[in-house]
């Protein structure tokens, strides 16, 4: 009898000692990150490029104005169908092609300022949306490339016209798409495994 | 780690073809063509300054480019000739992708190439490995001065890779069977420079010729250990964990760990340079495939893949070219491209060597990619995920620990293209991670713009506010009793400042006293 209870009593022992470990290691539930208001949410999957093409006055705007419903998802060029997926993913839409009437999607270009031409008017300085232009009065301006968005917003206030979207230069990363080629095996001689 | 045994490989396999096609002959000089298009740019994907122009006669071994920054090194002509341009050229290491590049027409083309030592017109005051050129060989091509100056932890342990493991490359075993001991020179050269502990030479177990040429040269300190044919044996975290059972993980770096690797054809560039200041303008390419004459060829850099293809007798009916080797090579644009420091083999694929591949089918769970990954990843889990577009699975589950080794391709028997699915979608994820990194950027800063326009604003006002107010002040203080009221004021605290200023002086000439008395 007393054999049997010593039995049940290590097994319940068991039982609790198992039990207080289980409930040490099973992940506490992390309290989950305040939800960001709507227009921040849409902001944060625009391309910020500031354009200014979606016909506001830069990312943020467009993303207020479509968390109103006053803007459909469809009007950012940059961003383009990718970008469109991404916003109805977000809002539970329907993805929809891209409006042209806003402009056409093609890849991001980058500015370059023809130093030789520059009058240094400081116009471009005043159009670029998030200064990547340097330069000063009556000095020669460049653009610093690493900051450009490729908005094109400098090319029109240049009055010698000296601006131009060009291909971005070296750091594209490479894509490489090779498949591993079927080499002619031996007759008979499949590979053995290691 | 020296009296171990070398630990054993986690999977890999053992390709059928793997010596059949190398070639055993001498290494053949490969002559010029009629323009060099020299490669500018270094593996960190940054380009060396030009120091020439259009027009100029340049010597061979001649300083062409300067180094740019830390990751690029200087460049040299290959041969003497004249300079026609500088501009863009498809790349043969990149899969024809174009990349700047330095034309030269060459001043005696058809003649075999020869490596130069430095021009003496450019010796610079201190010579480096950086002034003579010398980038990775082993197909990474990265610049070798950046792996030995300024490496934290120190490196104990240095490993000399000539285990060349791929299916028919075989440049490698060219140069240790023939230049054994301008390798070793390398190696000596590089063992004082990190202070290593260690020092092990891995050859393939399928090069004889190549073991035998270094045992007779081999001094003591260099361990030689003798690798089987394993696919990806060769590969250098692998080999790093076999010959010291250190486990690496894909997010550090084998310097982290104290253990550095080289590859044997860097290595004896590397001793070339030391032995004889030669700059690095060439490289041994394994031409195989579809040509009548293969064999191993030391092509001078920029030199057009058609211009090899000629020499080494391309058969008709050529179905591609590939450069590199099978497993993880890449089918060339164009033949127009140009060898660099990247290129380790060009191939020319035709039906017999290459059939087509057959269509995929679905998976079968049969499991042989897991049992062949070196990584030990489940690709087929990976494959899954990916093709329900759980990216995040993917990547919890391994992805971006995945060599892209193209063994578990190999296997599959329903030709899942296992290895350039996760290829593809490492880079389209890197791509959207550095999009995403830009944009954030761009946010700050069109924000910063907007706050600094703003307070612009708000100080100009601010500015403005206050002249108006001083022009007020002026006109209605200018009654004399306030103005001399004014003065009053001053002048009483200029007297209370004054009187301030020498009670601290003299407590402070008071204080040093003190102690004396
Ligand atoms: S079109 Fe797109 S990138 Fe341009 S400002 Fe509008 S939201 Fe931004
Ligand atoms: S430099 Fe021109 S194209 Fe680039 S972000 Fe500024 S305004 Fe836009
Ligand atoms: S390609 Fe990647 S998943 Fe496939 S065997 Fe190699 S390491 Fe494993
Ligand atoms: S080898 Fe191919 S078929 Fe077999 S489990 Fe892997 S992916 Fe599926």
Not at chain 1, 147 to 167: F, K, N, Q, R, Y
Not at chain 2, 9 to 23: E, P, S, V, W, Y
């Amino acid at each position: 009898m007393s054999g049997l209870l010593l039995i049940a009593l290590i097994l319940l022992g068991l039982a609790l000692l198992l039990g207080a470990r289980q409930l040490k290691t099973r992940p506490r539930p992390q309290p989950t990150p305040p939800e960001l208001p709507l227009a921040e949410q849409i902001d944060a999957v625009l391309p910020q490029t500031q354009c200014t093409q979606c016909g506001y006055k830069g990312c943020r705007p467009y993303a207020e104005a479509i968390a109103k419903g006053e803007a459909d998802i469809n009007q950012c060029p940059p961003g383009g169908d990718e970008g469109i997926a991404k916003l109805a993913a977000l809002l539970g839409r329907d993805p929809k092609p891209l409006d042209t009437s806003h402009g056409e999607h093609k890849p991001k270009r980058l500015a370059l300022i023809d130093e030789s031409v520059c009058i240094g008017c400081t116009l471009c300085i005043q159009a670029c949306p998030v200064d990547a232009i340097l330069g000063s009065a009556k000095h020669m301006h460049t653009v610093i490339r690493s900051e450009c968005t490729g908005c094109e917003l400098c090319v029109a206030p240049c009055p010698v016209d000296c601006i131009s979207m060009v291909d971005p230069d070296a750091p594209v990363k490479i894509r490489r798409r090779y498949p591993v080629f079927p080499i002619k095996i031996q007759a008979g001689s499949r590979p053995d495994r290691a | 780690m020296v009296n171990r045994p070398p630990y054993r490989m986690a999977a890999g396999i053992r390709l059928a073809d793997n010596t059949a096609q190398a070639h055993r002959g001498p290494i053949i000089t490969a002559t010029l063509p009629t323009c060099l298009h020299v490669p500018l740019q270094t593996a960190l994907s940054e380009t060396a300054r030009s120091c020439v122009v259009p027009g100029q006669q340049v010597q061979a071994g001649q300083k062409i480019a300067d180094a740019s920054g830390p990751n690029t090194v200087a460049i040299h002509a290959p041969a003497a000739g004249t300079v026609l341009s500088i501009g863009k050229q498809a790349l043969a290491e990149l899969a024809g992708q174009p990349g700047w590049c330095i034309t030269i027409e060459v001043a005696n083309p058809s003649s075999p190439y020869q490596a130069t030592p430095l021009a003496a017109s450019d010796k610079p005051d201190h010579l480096s490995l950086q002034t003579l050129g010398l980038v990775g060989l082993g197909g990474g091509g990265l610049p070798c001065h950046l792996r030995l100056h300024g490496v934290t932890p120190p490196i104990k342990t240095l490993i000399i890779n000539g285990v060349e493991c791929e299916p028919w490359l075989s440049c490698d075993d060219s140069l240790m069977r023939e230049h054994a001991d301008e390798i070793v020179a390398g190696i000596r050269w590089l063992q004082t420079q990190l202070d290593t502990e260690h020092t092990t030479l891995a050859i393939g177990q399928d090069k004889p010729a190549a073991q035998a040429a270094f045992k007779a040269v081999l001094p003591a300190g260099i361990q030689l250990v003798s690798i089987p044919p394993l696919y990806p044996a060769g590969e250098d975290r692998q080999l790093a964990y076999r010959l010291t059972g250190q486990e690496i993980p894909a997010s550090q770096s084998l310097e982290s760990f104290g253990i550095q690797s080289f590859n044997v054809a860097t290595v004896h560039a590397i001793g070339c340079a030391i032995l004889r200041a030669e700059t690095l303008t060439s490289r041994i390419v394994t031409i195989a495939g579809n040509v009548a004459r293969p064999g191993n060829y030391r092509v001078a850099f920029g030199t057009p893949v058609s211009h090899l293809l000629q020499l080494a007798g391309e058969q008709p009916h050529s179905t591609g070219y590939l450069v590199g080797n099978p497993m993880t090579g890449e089918t060339l644009a164009t033949t127009d491209a140009v060898i660099g420091a990247g290129a380790q083999a060009l191939i020319a694929m035709n039906q017999t060597l290459f059939p087509t591949t057959e269509p995929t089918r679905d998976c079968i769970r049969c499991g042989e990619c897991a049992e062949v990954c070196p990584i030990r990843l489940q690709p087929m889990q990976l494959w899954h995920s990916l093709n329900q577009q759980a990216i995040d699975q993917a990547q919890t589950d391994g992805l971006f620990d995945c060599i892209e080794c193209g063994a578990c391709s190999y296997v599959c028997p329903s030709r899942i293209p296992l290895a350039s699915t996760f290829r593809v979608t490492k880079q389209e994820i890197v791509q959207a991670t550095e999009a995403q990194q830009a944009a954030d950027k761009a946010r700050q800063r069109h924000e910063f713009r907007q706050f600094r326009l703003e307070r612009d604003k708000q100080e100009k006002a601010e500015r403005l506010a206050a002249k108006a107010a001083a022009k007020h002040e002026v006109a209605t203080a200018s009654s004399d009793p306030a103005d001399a009221e004014r003065a009053a004021k001053i002048k009483a605290a200029m007297e209370r400042a004054a009187a301030k200023r020498a009670a601290a002086q003299a407590a402070a000439t008071d204080k040093p006293a003190e102690p004396k008395s």
